[in-house]
């Protein structure tokens, strides 16, 4: 074996395990939606900054705020995999220990199609970890690209 090879096959070892900067801040929101799907409320509490903001723009373009605690309560009573949230990242900007996240989703209850939209993320690092401090979404049933 020859030092390139060697020196490729330990950078790739260490690069591999490794989480990059984006996986970091995306990691309480992918444990946001394995926490719906697991119907796991302790998961679900480990993703929030203690004063979390979530809210969702209705149809007519109000702003409607709900409690984190009440969605938290909601997913202890909901069966695994009764909540499927599929989002794609989009969009991850940093800076400092402020990041912005953009995911569009399609959500899923009991397997039937039932809506989709887009999340906006504003996260914050606390104590090296990055939390969920504000969460607004849209809402709609049309041009979801999904077959209903």
Same mark, same amino acid.
């Given at each position: 074996?020859?030092? &390139?090879?060697? /020196?490729?096959?330990?950078?790739?070892? +260490?690069?591999?395990? *490794? *989480?990059?900067?984006?996986?970091? %801040?995306?990691?309480?929101?992918? $444990?946001?939606?394995?926490?719906?799907?697991?119907?796991?409320?302790? /998961?679900?509490?480990? &993703?929030?900054?203690? $004063?979390?903001? +979530? *809210?969702?723009?209705?149809?007519?373009?109000? %702003?409607?705020? #709900?409690?984190?605690?009440?969605?938290?309560?909601?997913?202890? !009573? &909901? =069966?695994?995999?009764? /909540?499927?949230?599929?989002?794609?990242?989009?969009?991850?900007?940093?800076?400092?220990?402020?990041? =912005? &996240? +953009?995911?569009?989703?399609?959500?899923?209850? !009991?397997?039937?199609?039932?809506?989709?939209?887009? $999340?906006? +993320?504003?996260?914050?690092?606390?104590?090296?970890?990055?939390?969920?401090?504000?969460?607004? #979404?849209?809402?709609?049933? #049309?041009?979801?690209?999904?077959? !209903?």
């Amino acid at each position: 074996m020859n030092k &390139v090879t060697l /020196l490729l096959l330990l950078c790739s070892a +260490f690069c591999f395990g *490794q *989480q990059t900067p984006n996986q970091e %801040v995306e990691k309480p929101i992918r $444990n946001l939606f394995l926490a719906m799907k697991n119907a796991d409320p302790e /998961l679900l509490k480990t &993703v929030f900054a203690e $004063n979390a903001i +979530f *809210q969702t723009i209705t149809k007519e373009g109000a %702003v409607k705020t #709900d409690n984190v605690q009440d969605f938290i309560a909601t997913i202890s !009573k &909901v =069966s695994k995999n009764d /909540l499927d949230e599929r989002i794609t990242i989009e969009a991850v900007h940093t800076d400092g220990n402020l990041a =912005s &996240v +953009f995911t569009p989703y399609q959500f899923y209850y !009991k397997g039937k199609f039932l809506h989709c939209g887009a $999340n906006s +993320f504003q996260l914050v690092k606390q104590n090296n970890e990055w939390k969920i401090q504000y969460l607004i #979404d849209t809402r709609r049933k #049309d041009n979801c690209g999904e077959t !209903k």
